[in-house]
T-cell receptor, first 110, second 111 residues
Framework: GNSVTQMEGPVTLSEEAFLTINCTYT??????LFWYVQYPGEGLQLLLKATKADDKGSNKGFEATYRKETTSFHLEKGSVQVSDSAVYFC?????????FGKGNQVVVIP | GAGVSQSPSNKVTEKGKDVELRCDPI?????LYWYRQSLGQGLEFLIYFQGNSAPDKSGLPSDRFSAERTGGSVSTLTIQRTQQEDSAVYLC?????????FGPGTRLLVL
């Protein structure tokens, strides 16, 4: 079935640094791809999505491009803020549910 | 408009008690999902509703877990005879198509 793999481990970086979180997927066909964000003590919020190959999703300064050739959907932000500290999940639909990656905790230090 | 709401936001219960968790989806969303998020387990699918029917219950971890949906709207997840391993955040989501919108979750602690 459809699945996603996120890079292991938390990410700690300084304010205004560049953020990349890797996500690769395995899927039948070309499903939409999603990034969700979970702030401390809250539920998941949709951050951005892309519905077809080469689409770029963007929101709040975050971007991710649907790459069919490399089966990837890496999340990037050029200059992070302390308020971006959260857990980020890559996801895609499959079999009556969303398949999620394990999530990456991002900690931004002032 | 209003998003997905869940209640209670927090629930502390004693082992062996039954609990009910409620989800109010976004109005007009025909699909509703329950997930569980626990430390070390990530996000686990529990059950999927289309309207009032549950064509996929494959994620329910045991027969102590059940869920229903009425009027194509509100859903209740019931855990009978709670165990400590049931402690987790229970998340509900709704959708019309592929994009799922999540509620804030219910944090369940079983003592």
């Amino acid at each position: 079935g459809n699945s996603v793999t996120q890079m292991e481990g938390p990410v700690t970086l300084s304010e205004e640094a560049f953020l990349t979180i890797n996500c690769t997927y395995t899927a039948t066909g070309y499903p939409s791809l999603f990034w969700y964000v979970q702030y401390p003590g809250e539920g998941l919020q949709l951050l951005l999505k892309a519905t077809k190959a080469d689409d770029k999703g963007s929101n709040k300064g975050f971007e991710a491009t649907y790459r069919k050739e490399t089966t990837s959907f890496h999340l990037e932000k050029g200059s992070v803020q302390v308020s971006d500290s959260a857990v980020y999940f890559c996801a895609l639909p499959g079999n009556n549910r969303l398949a999620f990656g394990k999530g990456n905790q991002v900690v931004v230090i002032p | 408009g209003a998003g997905v709401s869940q209640s209670p936001s927090n629930k502390v219960t004693e082992k062996g008690k039954d609990v009910e968790l409620r989800c109010d989806p976004i109005s007009g969303h025909t699909a509703l999902y329950w997930y569980r998020q626990s430390l070390g387990q990530g996000l686990e699918f529990l059950i999927y509703f289309q309207g009032n029917s549950a064509p996929d219950k494959s994620g329910l971890p045991s027969d102590r877990f059940s869920a229903e949906r009425t009027g194509g709207s509100v859903s209740t997840l019931t855990i009978q005879r709670t165990q400590q391993e049931d402690s987790a955040v229970y998340l509900c989501a709704s959708s019309t198509r592929e994009t799922q919108y999540f509620g804030p979750g219910t944090r369940l602690l079983v003592l």
